[in-house]
């Protein structure tokens, strides 16, 4: 991925597009003088109490002095509507001003924002230096954009890696793009992706502990309020899959009620051979994720595996299982699902060499099956 250098101390008020009141308030924000740290962690125990007046008062004039956690601390207020009225355009402007002085989380919420309100070119490198500290919200978009090659290259295997993260923190978006780009992305990449993903994990772990630790430096122990994240509810990119597919692929609005960059659902049809009812020529073998596969006393016994699939949802691994079943290069395999980290791989065991392996595998790729030999 081409490095993107997120400029945090451009001017702001070109970029807000805000109205004049709101441009004024910001400038004000931008006074030079020295915080009032006692005021700010006054308002944030307030806040954590619920008496989100008393919040607003105490980092009212810390803001207007200048202080990033009181603009933050403002900032969610005016953007939740506690304390005072909600305002998404003084949020913006308050949001950019402690950005522009170093604040991380500010920064992350602010290009998040600008996503949200349509102004995607100017938010990609907020939201790509947030998915380098390891936000899933950005991480998803992220994602989402290598997947299309939208502002950044097309990259299957880091859009694959992005989704895996912000996968494994719940982010529901994440896991409708990731269950659509198990059909579509080749096993191999889907491979290479999970060795990707555990080195990107352990930058984005580096580069906010390192990231936190200088402001701490710089300007002492951060006061910040501990509001939810904004959940945007507003554009988001389609995911743009590649044709032909097996069905339509349509795509769904914005989910306004509340949900925040929200993915089609639509999978493509399952094949023919998923709906089948013939009795299976492959006895299939589920494996608990904490054990070796369970083998069973019929079937061929070889060291040699043939990996199918590797999915970051089950129930993809699943409906694979199902269309294996019935091939006949795979006639006598035990067919198992296996756990590997964030993934669930489907692997035909059992061939007495290389060659056998390889033979089968061979015969699947004449039919459209991808696979992998392996041990």
């Known amino acids: 991925m081409k490095s993107m250098e997120m400029t945090m101390r451009d001017p702001i008020a070109k970029k807000t597009g805000l109205t004049a009141g709101a441009l004024a308030f910001a400038g004000l924000l931008m006074v030079g003088a020295t915080p009032a740290l006692a005021d700010v962690k006054a308002g944030v125990d307030a806040w954590a109490a619920g008496d989100y007046a008393t919040a607003v008062r105490?980092?009212?004039?810390p803001a207007a002095q200048g202080d990033p956690d009181a603009q933050f601390n403002m900032a969610q207020a005016?953007?939740?509507?506690?304390?005072?009225?909600?305002?998404?355009?003084?949020?913006?402007?308050?949001?950019?001003a402690a950005a522009a002085q170093g604040h991380v989380k500010a920064a992350d919420n602010y290009g998040l924002l600008l996503f949200q309100d349509g102004r995607r070119e100017e938010a990609m490198p907020y939201v790509s230096a947030a998915a380098d500290r390891g936000d899933p919200r950005a991480q998803y978009l992220v994602g989402v954009a290598h997947f299309n090659g939208d502002l950044v290259e097309k990259d299957w295997v880091r859009a694959y890696a992005l989704?895996?993260?912000?996968?494994?923190?719940?982010?529901?978006?994440a896991r409708a793009a990731l269950a659509q780009m198990d059909e579509y992305i080749p096993l191999d990449q889907r491979e290479q992706a999970q060795v990707l993903a555990q080195r990107l994990d352990a930058q984005a772990?580096?580069?906010?502990?390192?990231?936190?630790?200088?402001?701490?430096?710089?300007?002492?122990?951060v006061q910040t309020a501990m509001a939810p994240e904004p959940v945007p509810?507003?554009?988001?990119?389609?995911?743009?899959?590649?044709?032909?597919?097996?069905?339509?692929?349509?795509?769904?609005?914005a989910n306004r009620a509340g949900a925040d960059y929200t993915l089609p659902q639509t999978q493509p049809a399952a094949s023919p051979a998923a709906t089948r009812t013939t009795v299976a020529q492959a006895p299939v073998v589920s494996t608990p994720a904490a054990t070796a596969p369970a083998s069973v006393s019929t079937g061929m016994t070889g060291p040699w595996k043939l990996q199918l699939g590797a999915f970051g949802q089950p129930g993809n691994a699943d409906r694979l299982l199902e269309r294996m079943r019935s091939r006949s290069a795979l006639s006598g395999a035990r067919l198992v699902k296996e756990p590997a980290?964030?993934?669930?791989?489907?692997?035909?065991?059992?061939f007495a060499s290389r060659a056998a392996a390889q033979q089968a595998c061979n015969a699947l790729k004449s039919g459209g099956q991808d696979c992998l030999v392996t041990q």
Do not use: C, F, I
Not at 205 to 217: F, G, K
């Open 341 to 350: 980290g964030r993934l669930t791989k489907v692997m035909a065991a059992g």
């Open 163 to 173: 989704l895996t993260l912000a996968n494994g923190t719940g982010l529901p978006q």
């Open 78 to 96: 005016y953007r939740l509507g506690r304390g005072v009225q909600a305002d998404p355009r003084q949020a913006e402007a308050l949001y950019a």
């Open 233 to 253: 509810a507003g554009p988001q990119p389609p995911m743009v899959l590649p044709a032909p597919t097996a069905a339509p692929v349509t795509t769904v609005a």
């Open 58 to 61: 105490e980092w009212s004039g």
């Open 205 to 221: 772990n580096a580069n906010r502990s390192q990231q936190l630790a200088t402001v701490d430096l710089e300007r002492g122990p």
